[in-house]
């Protein structure tokens, strides 16, 4: 059974730092790529950033650009969000995506999600 396990979420003030953190397991990740996405309450899901199997790839949306660095180690099956000056608005549920590739991760494996909330 395959499973993503998001965890590093939580309650910070606006100019704080969090770190996402996804374990997957359940089968062979080899030349995956993995990224997050997040939605907001009343907002639709967006891509945040995602990272190719061997990490000469990675994308950002332009609201986090400069904000979040995404890093993955994949002998562990492992990827990271490290999110630096946070704001009200980066406040959703973030989720952790494995896919064959950047190209299809909207229809790839998902985590349950973690909650980040950013108050001003």
């Known amino acids: 059974q395959v499973q993503l396990v998001e965890s590093g979420g939580g309650l910070v003030q606006a100019g704080g730092s969090l770190r996402l953190s996804c374990v997957a397991s359940?089968?062979?990740?080899?030349?995956?790529?993995m990224g997050w996405f997040r939605q907001a309450p009343g907002k639709e899901r967006e891509s945040v950033a995602a990272?190719?199997?061997?990490?000469?790839?990675?994308v950002y949306a332009d609201s986090v650009k400069g904000r979040f660095t995404i890093s993955k180690v994949n002998d562990k099956n492992t990827v990271y969000l490290q999110m630096n000056s946070l704001k009200p608005e980066d406040t959703a549920v973030y989720y952790c995506?494995?896919?064959?590739?950047?190209?299809?991760?909207?229809?790839?494996?998902w985590g349950q999600g973690t909650q980040v909330t950013v108050s001003s």
């Open positions: 359940g089968r062979t990740f080899n030349n995956y790529a």
């Open positions: 990272i190719s199997w061997g990490g000469g790839v990675i």
């Open positions: 995506v494995a896919a064959p590739s950047l190209a299809t991760m909207a229809s790839g494996y």
